[in-house]
């Protein structure tokens, strides 16, 4: 049954697999692609609204993952929105989904999400592909790697015609699942001098295997550029940090407040926990940690790293000396923290933490990445 595709998948175990053809597998055409994306992004990262940016790009992978828990499903955070693949027996009740997400993105931050669902097959019949390998980063976290052009394809049309995005009303039994969505951490510090979200997309996808190589050469290994340490994760008690997950539950301040209130509680137990190292909550960062999705591809790297001045220097030396070469373009934002939206499956299990880098991180590397491929095309 076909919708085991994902769950059946053979595992890699790094990063250097993204090249290898023989792990890919192809997405069934009876599948379908969830594009999320949040118009004006820019506009409203310039406005500080980033965590807010992060927070619905977040729902809408949640509100799916939650349809049928049994189901395992590839999907890419993206900062500002998100890919998804489904099968068609989640179809109905992923357009529900999405349209409860795009109401609590208008109604809670001011946002307006753009969201499509374009068939595999489609995609197919315009000659691309949507191929999906399974990357084993830890224990806990796996995550996809896509290829073969089709998500680019995907984009394309959302953004270039009304045919692909979803219409229907919310229908008044539909009941939202966002349980798991969390977001509770303080921006986290830059481990290093400042962090870089990096977007790479190479014309030869071969050359993808040569490009880590150089990165591990300029900016040391995955442990080494990790943007996240454990002595820099701190849970916030800073309201309006926490507003931005009680906005989700209330419009009301008094019930916003008292939401809020409550997570710093729970915050103040979490504290007291992991301080004392209680049970398996001594482990608990590490866990955050090595759950992150730093470093991430679908027919382009996407990855969030720390640096100090003098490898920041290097590498972009390094791929401009590479774009003037024509091997790749590349897009990069850089901040002093990262910030962190996370899934937690289960609470000491399995857990999904989305990083981005602060004031904007992938969508302005993004707006970088579109000024190259101009630079590039005159």
């Not at 790094?14 to 890919?24: D, H």
């Not at 390998?133 to 073969?148: E, M």
């Not at 995955?222 to 454990?230: A, E, G, M, S, V």
């Not at 990445?369 to 101009?374: Q, T």
């Amino acid at each position: 049954m076909n919708e085991k595709f994902y769950l059946n998948l053979k595992e890699v175990d790094s990063l250097y697999s993204i090249a290898n053809n023989k792990f890919y597998k192809e997405a069934p055409k009876d599948w379908f692609v969830v594009v999320s994306d949040v118009v004006g992004s820019t506009k409203a990262i310039e406005q500080g609204k980033y965590k807010e940016v992060n927070m619905v790009g977040a729902l809408s992978i949640i509100s799916i993952l939650n349809i049928n828990k049994s189901l395992d499903l590839p999907f890419v955070f993206g900062g500002d929105g998100s890919f998804l693949l489904i099968p068609k027996s989640i179809y109905k009740e992923s357009i529900q989904a999405l349209q409860a997400v795009k109401k609590i993105a208008k109604d809670s931050y001011f946002l307006d999400l753009r969201v499509g669902i374009i068939s595999i097959e489609e995609v197919y019949k315009k000659y691309k592909q949507i191929h999906v390998a399974k990357y084993r980063v830890s224990k806990d976290f796996t995550q996809a790697l896509i290829k073969g052009g089709g998500l680019d394809l995907c984009d394309e049309l959302l953004k270039s015609s009304e045919k692909y995005l979803i219409k229907d009303e919310i229908d008044s039994n539909f009941k939202l699942d966002i349980s798991g969505l969390e977001c509770r951490w303080e921006a986290i510090k830059t481990p290093k001098e400042e962090n870089l979200s990096i977007l790479i997309k190479a014309y030869d996808e071969n050359y993808y295997e040569k490009i880590l190589e150089d990165l591990d050469e300029i900016l040391g290994n995955n442990t080494l550029r990790h943007p996240i340490i454990n002595e820099n994760l701190k849970l916030s008690f800073n309201n309006k940090d926490l507003n931005v997950e009680s906005s989700i539950y209330a419009k009301n301040g008094i019930l916003k407040f008292l939401i809020s209130t409550k997570f710093k509680l729970i915050n103040i137990l979490g504290e007291y926990l992991m301080k004392n190292k209680i049970s398996l909550w001594g482990g608990y960062k590490n866990r955050i940690i090595q759950t992150a999705d730093t470093e991430k591809f679908d027919d382009m790297l996407r990855m969030v790293v720390a640096t100090s001045f003098t490898q920041t220097k290097e590498l972009e030396k390094y791929l401009e000396k590479e774009f003037i070469k024509k091997n790749l373009l590349y897009g990069i934002h850089k901040s002093d923290s990262s910030l962190m939206t996370c899934l937690i499956f289960q609470r000491h299990g399995k857990h999904i933490h989305f990083v981005d880098g602060s004031n904007g991180g992938y969508a302005n590397a993004s707006k970088n990445l579109k000024n190259s491929i101009k630079n590039n095309q005159k």
